[in-house]
């Protein structure tokens, strides 16, 4: 059997214009995936659609390699590509089978299949274990069915079945796939994950899966799992001795959701004496000043912090389960321990005025914060925050997973009670500026310049403030 693996692009988006640090590197979950198909006697291939969004070079390769089964990744917002790149498939190639996975199945699967239909099955969450049973079904096994598939959506005639999801992939015992590892120099140059980490190579790991937390306005629901932290000290020591990586970004939801297994981790990598520097996102209530010593000390260099909100009220809306003297704690500590800070603030909750919006921003200027994204509160279906506006009438429900499927930002819902989102796409824009213009902010980033490299990486970012071609879009 043979298999072709799709990253989706986020055309809408421009995001091969707009790089940021959060979607531009190297496709590792479609690495794993490739790995798990190898392992049971599968062949499969990767085509990157974020090096080339082009959908006719895409077809020139279904046509070359005709695969059995296309298996498309997509963020949420990409998912109109999916429905786009898999039509171009079925027209052409009726047989080939269609699965699709990745991040855009934090969405209702229901929703997601009746909106594409010429999608076969979805997969929601991890697929290493799902998606190679899937194969051998497609391919005629007898020892498994379709309701076996753990997490699987399938179409029983005009019925779409959704199996539920009881197992989850024990991350001890994968491995990171270090001999498919490339890097994307030329991709991320100029992005502003080059302007917090340095130069590429950089490469995203993983210290754990899942999340123990809720937070209304967030799709994922997996549980919280840790890696051996020698396992993932060792990944990073070949990826430095094969690939000459020196530069590290954790992709965990929160990497010091366990304390212990997060300072076990930091010692490790001072013990193995690699010359490394990481980056992590992790929660306020996470972190304690002795850990953010210790994080410093094995090459933490910046830390991003989901802030969301100074207000309590707004933040016990979002579920977050802090607060904002915990949150100007957190910032403080990681000042004072060295490492640099970014700060993603949410704008337009429910009940948010402009004035309270207005004082976000100038608690968040007063913070010594070194990097800040700034977005209006999206109300993506298969969130808490998505079926209380539906319940408020602040939303319509069809409406509202429509837009969410329709691959463009401005389209996605918004709690439009006492803002309209014109008055917050202003505040947006406000926001953002009144805190990369500060002269004090541009006094603080030369101040913590390095090199002429770092310099010059940072001015060309800002240029692109400037110039008004860089946002948080996605």
């Known amino acids: 059997?043979?298999?072709?693996?799709?990253?989706?692009?986020?055309?809408?988006?421009?995001?091969?214009?707009?790089?940021?640090?959060?979607?531009?590197?190297?496709?590792?979950?479609?690495?794993?995936?490739?790995?798990?198909?190898?392992?049971?006697?599968m062949e499969s291939r990767i085509h990157d659609m974020f090096l080339d969004?082009?959908?006719?070079?895409?077809?020139?390769?279904?046509?070359?390699?005709?695969?059995?089964?296309?298996?498309?990744?997509?963020?949420?917002?990409?998912?109109?590509?999916?429905?786009?790149?898999?039509?171009l498939v079925k027209a052409r190639f009726p047989e080939a089978v269609v699965v699709v996975g990745g991040p855009c199945t934090f969405m209702p699967p229901r929703v997601l299949m009746e909106r594409g239909s010429a999608i076969d099955y979805l997969i929601k969450g991890e697929g290493e274990e799902s998606f190679p049973r899937l194969c051998r079904v497609i391919a005629g096994s007898k020892q498994e069915g379709l309701a076996d598939i753990d997490a699987l959506t399938w179409r029983d005639g005009r019925r779409i079945v959704e199996n539920p999801r009881r197992r989850f992939v024990d991350p001890g015992a994968i491995s990171y796939p270090l001999d498919r590892y490339r890097d994307y120099n030329d991709a991320m140059a100029g992005s502003?994950?080059?302007?917090?980490?340095?130069?590429?190579?950089?490469?995203?790991?993983?210290?754990?899966?899942?999340?123990?937390?809720?937070?209304?306005?967030?799709?994922?629901?997996?549980?919280?799992?840790?890696?051996?932290?020698?396992?993932?000290?060792?990944?990073?020591?070949?990826?430095?001795?094969?690939?000459?990586?020196?530069?590290?970004?954790?992709?965990?939801?929160?990497?010091?959701?366990?304390?212990?297994?997060?300072?076990?981790?930091?010692?490790?990598i001072i013990q193995s004496g690699l010359p490394v520097e990481w980056g992590c996102d992790t929660r306020v209530d996470c972190v304690t000043p002795q850990l953010l010593k210790l994080m410093k000390r094995a090459g933490c260099r910046v830390i991003f912090y989901g802030v969301e909100s100074f207000h309590d009220q707004t933040l016990t809306l979002y579920n977050k389960g802090t607060d904002a003297a915990t949150i100007k704690k957190a910032l403080r500590d990681t000042r004072r321990a060295g490492i640099r800070t970014l700060a993603y603030m949410m704008l337009g909750g429910p009940g948010e005025s402009r004035e309270m919006?207005?004082?976000?921003?100038?608690?968040?200027?007063?913070?010594?914060?070194?990097?800040?994204?700034?977005?209006?509160?999206?109300?993506?279906?298969?969130?808490?925050?998505?079926?209380?506006?539906?319940?408020?009438?602040?939303?319509?429900?069809?409406?509202?997973?429509?837009?969410?499927?329709?691959?463009?930002?401005?389209?996605?819902?918004?709690?439009?009670?006492?803002?309209?989102?014109?008055?917050?796409?202003?505040?947006?824009?406000?926001?953002v500026k009144s805190f990369y213009y500060r002269p004090g902010y541009v006094w603080q980033r030369l101040r913590g310049v390095r090199d002429g490299a770092e310099l010059w990486r940072m001015t060309r970012v800002l240029a692109r403030f400037t110039a008004g071609r860089f946002s948080r879009t996605c």
Request: net charge negative.
């Open 1 to 41: 059997m043979k298999v072709l693996l799709v990253r989706v692009p986020i055309q809408p988006c421009e995001v091969m214009k707009q790089v940021t640090f959060s979607y531009f590197a190297e496709p590792v979950g479609l690495h794993y995936l490739a790995e798990a198909l190898d392992a049971v006697g």
């Open 53 to 87: 969004a082009d959908p006719d070079s895409f077809m020139a390769v279904v046509s070359g390699d005709r695969p059995d089964v296309v298996g498309f990744s997509s963020l949420i917002l990409g998912y109109d590509n999916v429905r786009l790149l898999a039509g």
């Open 192 to 268: 502003i994950m080059t302007v917090m980490m340095g130069e590429p190579p950089i490469a995203f790991i993983e210290a754990s899966r899942g999340c123990p937390f809720s937070c209304s306005f967030c799709g994922v629901h997996e549980p919280y799992r840790t890696r051996p932290p020698e396992k993932v000290v060792e990944e990073m020591g070949e990826l430095y001795r094969r690939h000459g990586v020196r530069k590290f970004v954790f992709g965990d939801y929160t990497l010091t959701a366990d304390q212990g297994h997060a300072e076990l981790l930091c010692r490790l």
């Open 357 to 431: 919006i207005r004082d976000n921003s100038a608690t968040l200027n007063s913070l010594g914060v070194d990097y800040a994204l700034a977005g209006i509160t999206r109300l993506f279906c298969g969130t808490a925050l998505f079926e209380q506006a539906v319940e408020r009438g602040v939303i319509d429900r069809r409406q509202g997973e429509d837009c969410c499927l329709s691959g463009l930002i401005d389209w996605i819902p918004v709690w439009e009670e006492r803002l309209g989102y014109a008055e917050l796409k202003e505040l947006e824009a406000e926001v």
